[in-house]
């Protein structure tokens, strides 16, 4: 039926690439196993960083009372504090703690972890923030510009520039907008330090134009790389060409059809820069004195406070379950056409 010259060609599919029937995306039984594959992922990883500080030289006993402290000492303040204990009885006592909100003491400041790590936790939220935002509004249009006009100057200038973005080590792109928007020409804003928000808003925002700068010129050349080469990849699909030969606009095709599929990547690639900026920008925290969380890791470490170290790993790895968990159901808000009920 309908197959004679005059035949009218049925309907296209919206989303042609992903099947699956309106209102059956995200259904709460698959929210639920991910959110249960989430916490089993946590439990494992928190297994790994407690034996993995427990395997370190020394113990806690010893870096309290110090290099020099003698036997006797030692053993009393490993009964005192379960040292001597199992290993499975002792990370009992440890998750129990987190989980009733209770992250230890930390032993190189003398000071509860909780409020420390919230503090830090918060600083590098606020990073991440402003430059995940940033990066969304310039990178994938810039990709997806660049997928248009594809092998124009224009876009091989945005190649280019993002194979500088790239290469350039972090502590190099951030010494340079050092030199040139906080050196004695220009003096535009401050070198370093932080001001909180509650403070003086202007202030604080002026301390972080720098260290989110530099970030952005980092992630803009993975996202925007990202997005090309993925927008690349779908206009040259098949329910494109049969989009366009139906007569659809090319603003139909690239943003209801091509461009909701080649986010799928782009939006795991987005997933994973959170955690990395959450945890692993200890460089730009070092070169702009930014209290962040990766910064205190660093601290961690070099001062051998474990109970510290344990917190601040435990808590970067709970960042980067979560962004994946909501990169997940971001899914299916970017195409309703997947199918998340199986």
């Known amino acids: 039926m309908g197959e004679g010259p005059g035949a009218r060609p049925p309907p296209l599919p919206r989303y042609p690439l992903l099947k699956g029937r309106k209102g059956e995306n995200m259904s709460p039984v698959y ?36 290099e020099f402290a003698t036997d006797d000492a030692l053993r009393a303040l490993e009964d005192q504090m379960g040292l001597n204990l199992p290993f499975y009885e ?99 804003f401050p070198s370093a330090g932080y001001v909180p928000f509650s403070e003086n808003f202007s202030e604080a925002l002026s301390h972080i134009v720098l260290p989110v700068m530099t970030l952005v010129i980092v992630l803009i050349a993975h996202i925007m790389r990202q997005t090309r080469s993925e927008m690349i990849h779908v206009m040259q699909s098949d329910y494109v060409r049969s989009a366009r030969l139906r007569g659809l606009s090319n603003r139909m095709v690239v943003f209801k059809h091509a461009l909701r599929n080649a986010l799928m990547p782009t939006i795991t690639v987005l997933a994973l820069d959170v955690g990395y900026l959450i945890g692993s920008v200890v460089v730009i925290e070092e070169v702009f004195a930014y209290p962040g969380i990766g910064r205190l890791i660093v601290y961690a470490v070099t001062s051998r406070d474990v109970p510290l170290l344990q917190a601040t790993v435990l808590t970067v790895a709970c960042v980067y379950c979560l962004v994946n968990f909501l990169a997940d159901l971001a899914y299916g808000l970017v195409n309703p056409r997947i199918r998340y009920h199986q």
Not at 33 to 58: D, N, Q
Not at 139 to 155: E, K, M, T, W, Y
């Open 31 to 66: 929210i639920l196993k991910r959110f249960c594959f989430m916490l089993v992922t946590l439990f494992c990883i928190s297994i790994i960083i407690f034996a993995i500080t427990m395997v370190l030289p020394g113990n806690l006993a010893q870096v309290i009372l110090g």
């Open 90 to 188: 002792q990370y009992g006592k440890w998750i129990w703690g987190v989980l009733h909100g209770d992250f230890g003491h930390a032993l190189s400041m003398d000071q509860p972890i909780l409020p420390l790590l919230l503090f830090r936790l918060k600083n590098s939220a606020i990073l991440a923030a402003f430059s995940i935002v940033l990066v969304t509004i310039i990178a994938i249009p810039l990709g997806v510009f660049a997928a248009l006009h594809r092998n124009s100057a224009v876009d091989r200038i945005i190649q280019v520039s993002s194979y500088v973005g790239i290469s350039i080590p972090e502590f190099a792109t951030g010494s340079l907008l050092i030199i040139a928007f906080a050196g004695p020409v220009l003096n535009l």
